[in-house]
């Protein structure tokens, strides 16, 4: 479907560099699928960032203050609030 449309997903790769030239942009990159350390330029119209992040929550001491992992509730902003 996205394919489709003329956008790519790549995943798993590390950004190098993003320049803009006023019309479009330039995503520098290394190909890990070639295992060669070359870079690799992708152009676009636009770009689209989507980085993930995890708790990290193990052995900070949260059962010494009686606090569960998962057991803070959230408000709507997903903060620990109401």
């Known amino acids: 479907m996205l394919t489709a449309e003329g956008i790519g997903v790549h995943a798993g790769i590390s ?3 993003v320049a803009h030239d006023g019309q479009r942009f330039h ?3 290394g190909d890990p699928s070639t295992g060669s350390g070359q870079d690799k330029t ?3 119209d636009q770009v689209l960032v989507a980085a993930g992040r995890r708790s990290r929550l193990d052995d900070i001491g949260l059962d010494t203050v009686g606090v ?3 057991s ?3 408000g709507r902003r997903h903060d620990a609030g109401p």
């Open 15 to 17: 950004i190098d560099a």
């Open 42 to 44: 992708f152009e676009a």
């Open 72 to 74: 803070v509730p959230r």
């Open 27 to 29: 995503v520098t990159c």
């Open 68 to 70: 569960e992992p998962g």
